[in-house]
């Protein structure tokens, strides 16, 4: 399955450099809002790596191939929260 089925992702950049994907629901909501995420969610970590991490993306391709579990960091209001998303 696909996770972007669920949820769709933007870029948020401070001075020029990525900071975070912005999450936002997508075409099938239901597991968006089951996992607890809310819209404007800025998810920081995928399963440990740094999603502010340009060096990070061949990481990040091998996890989103086939994912059966994340582990996502988001920013909301000023702190962080841990997201499990089983698939």
């Known amino acids: 399955q696909s996770v972007f089925k669920y949820i769709t992702i933007s870029p948020v950049k ?13 075409r099938d909501a239901a597991l968006f809002n089951d996992v607890g ?28 191939s086939d994912p059966q579990e994340l582990n996502l960091t988001v920013e909301r209001d000023g702190q962080q929260y841990d997201i499990y998303i089983q698939l």
Do not use: F, H, W
Request: glycine share 10%; net charge negative; proline share 7%.
């Open 14 to 26: 401070k001075d020029d450099a990525i900071i975070g994907y912005r999450v936002s629901p997508g």
């Open 37 to 64: 995420l809310e819209p404007g969610d800025i998810a920081v970590q995928l399963n440990g790596i740094d999603l502010s991490d340009p060096s990070s993306s061949v990481q990040l391709m091998q996890v989103m």
